[in-house]
């Protein structure tokens, strides 16, 4: 991960908590807010691998439990997995598709809500299996799928120039310049053929 | 080099976990004056000047979205608030009748009535951030120990109890709402036998209270719609931190069944407390007087 990359993914962290404290923890939409945090933790792993989602991950959870005098490593803990399997996916799948980042941030926002829950329940807090807390939890996926295109398109703009390799970028390249492309003719790419060859 | 990557990025994984697990174990057994404790709240005092101006900057967007959630909810609550004005107007001429009677009774008996809402020194503070997880346990207010507000000190905002100081510093505060697990508030149901029992919230579920250790006896149907207020009280030295008569809510539903075997009856809060942007914080002189923590 090199500095240029390190000092945007601080500043996206910082500002993501600041945004999310400041202004969308206070709009409810259907009884829930949108959380960012995942979301921006997701794109960052889908974008820049899992090393940088793993860290991202730390970091903003760790502002996030600090910022909120919550219990200190509670989100890093949730956040980390989150920006480490995003990663994962990205290196061993790549995909492709435009709409992954949305599958992924329902998953991922399911993912904190329940890991949440489990965690608060582990740490003592005396409450029973809600009803309303997996409705919210579902609601808060739905709210949370709707914005992830957006979230993960503003994440892109802010790091893609950093990015030591997209590797969106490197196959549209490749189909560009016929690398890799199914298209490409062999006669352009490769040359013409050696007559001595073919004998 | 593969392979040296795969251990790399193994090792910094394991060294994050570890550390995260490492916080999350050394806070969970701290108090609340140790290293960890007071470094989460310098950095509390630090950034909310940052999160007040953002707060601000970022009202219109916010004003803007309320407005549509509004709306949409608007409707269907019109219904409901005329039921709910009709029967607090009848329940009004009652009270009427009966404040003027207990006025001319205290007078008469002399009741100290020192626990009264008027003797905190009420703060008005804007709430800047919030708990954004479904949990909704702290807010955090733009006032702090400049403003004389102490931890433990009562919050109300909306009209009814919103939760406690939990963490000051000199120019913010954290106030721990009634829904978070660690509180517990002396209720009283505001029927004819005016009963107490201890509020504590139904965690995991943001609409609902719960008040327990109610007396198993008593008409039943009756008990929804019953307001419940803090009870407050004074035994010798120690006193409820909260003052008697600050609106909690209302009773939403009181089964037999829960309330002969657990003593405990449900209760929708009186204020919301997702959409709160001022709140009041009722401060007062802790010399002389220790104050009860719980409940």
């Known amino acids: ?199 | 080099m593969h392979d040296k990557q795969v251990r790399r990025r193994r090792a910094i994984l394991g060294v994050l976990v570890g550390v995260s697990l490492i916080l999350l174990t050394a806070y969970f057994g701290e108090s609340s004056s140790s290293p960890l404790h007071t470094v989460q709240r310098g950095v509390v005092e630090v950034l909310s000047p940052v999160q007040e101006g953002a707060s601000k900057a970022l009202k219109p967007v916010r004003d803007v979205a309320g407005w549509f959630s509004d709306t949409l909810s608007a409707k269907s609550r019109s219904d409901q608030l005329q039921r709910q004005v009709n029967t607090l107007r009848a329940q009004l001429a009652h009270a009427q009748a009966a404040e003027l009677q207990n006025r001319q009774l205290t007078k008469l008996v002399g009741l100290d009535n020192a626990l009264g809402i008027e003797s905190y020194h009420a703060v008005a503070a804007h709430v800047i951030s919030r708990d954004p997880t479904l949990w909704y346990a702290t807010i955090e207010v733009d006032k702090g120990s400049d403003d004389g507000v102490h931890v433990d000190d009562p919050v109300i905002g909306d009209g009814g109890l919103v939760g406690k100081i939990s963490t000051v510093d000199p120019t913010v505060s954290v106030v721990t709402l009634i829904t978070d697990h660690s509180m517990a508030v002396a209720a009283q149901i505001q029927d004819a036998g005016g009963d107490t029992g201890v509020l504590v919230p139904a965690v995991g579920d943001p609409n609902q209270l719960l008040v327990q250790d109610l007396p198993q006896s008593g008409p039943f149907h009756e008990a929804v719609g019953q307001q419940v207020v803090t009870a407050g009280f004074k035994a010798g030295p120690l006193q409820s931190l909260y003052p008697p008569g600050i609106p909690i809510g209302q009773i939403s539903s009181a089964s037999e069944s829960n309330l002969l075997n657990d003593g405990q009856v449900q209760v929708n809060p009186a204020v919301d407390l997702r959409h709160l942007d001022a709140v009041q914080i009722l401060t007062k002189p802790h010399g002389g007087t220790e104050r009860a923590q719980l409940p």
């Not at chain 1, 206070?26 to 807010?33: E, P, T």
């Not at chain 1, 608060?120 to 808060?140: E, Y």
Request: no cysteine; net charge positive; glycine share 10%.
């Open chain 1, 1 to 199: 991960m090199n500095l240029k990359l390190a000092l945007r993914l601080l500043v996206l962290a910082f500002a993501t908590v600041v945004i999310q404290q400041a202004a969308i923890s206070q709009i409810s939409i259907f009884g829930v807010s949108a959380d960012l945090g995942p979301l921006v933790v997701m794109s960052v792993g889908l974008l820049a691998g899992s090393m940088a989602g793993a860290i991202t991950g730390f970091g903003t959870g760790l502002l996030v439990d600090l910022v909120l005098v919550q219990t200190l490593g509670v989100t890093s803990l949730l956040y980390i997995a989150i920006g480490y399997w995003s990663g994962r996916l990205r290196e061993l799948r790549d995909p492709a598709h435009g709409l992954v980042p949305l599958a992924l941030g329902a998953a991922v926002t399911a993912f904190a809500g329940l890991g949440m829950a489990l965690i608060q329940f582990l740490l003592g807090v005396n409450a029973p299996v809600s009803l309303l807390l997996f409705q919210q939890i579902f609601i808060t996926v739905l709210v949370n799928s709707l914005i992830a295109l957006p979230v993960f398109a503003i994440v892109r703009r802010l790091i893609r120039p950093t990015l030591p390799d997209d590797p969106r970028r490197r196959r549209r390249r490749a189909y560009t310049t016929g690398g890799l492309s199914p298209l490409s003719r062999p006669s352009e790419r490769l040359g013409p053929i050696p007559r001595s060859s073919t004998r």
